[in-house]
């Protein structure tokens, strides 16, 4: 009902900057929050970014400063402008959106991105 697509991973030196988009399509109604994980070789799935309906945003300390995330509303899109990467920042992003369908707009469901890989070297 809902598919999610990113773009915008890749490989990049130490320093350098990666702008990754997530676009939602299908029976939407409204989307809530939306945020981006990214999960680290060997590492747990963990959140990097989230921003609400109302754009308040919310980001983990390592990316303080570093990262921004951002939405249009309008394409249903969220960005995550990611600069000064580190290789510690190397992981799969994944994007999450909560949405209300146009079948059921009293439900909130979850739904996630396949993943985009960013690769960052020293």
């Known amino acids: 009902q809902v598919q999610l697509v990113e773009s915008g991973g890749g490989s990049v030196q130490a320093g350098g900057s990666l702008r990754l988009s997530c676009a939602a399509s299908g029976s939407i109604f409204s989307i809530n929050d939306m945020a981006w994980y990214r999960q680290a070789p060997g590492k747990e799935r963990e959140l990097v970014a989230a921003i609400t309906s109302n754009s308040n945003t919310n980001y983990v300390d390592p990316v303080k400063g570093r990262f921004t995330i951002s939405r249009d509303n309008a394409r249903n899109t969220v960005y995550l402008q990611m600069n000064s990467l580190i290789p510690e920042d190397t992981g799969v992003y994944y994007c999450?959106?909560?949405?209300?369908?146009?079948?059921?707009?009293?439900?909130?469901?979850?739904?996630w991105g396949q993943g985009t890989q960013v690769t960052v070297s020293s």
């Open positions: 999450w959106m909560n949405v209300r369908l146009l079948t059921a707009i009293r439900t909130i469901n979850s739904y």
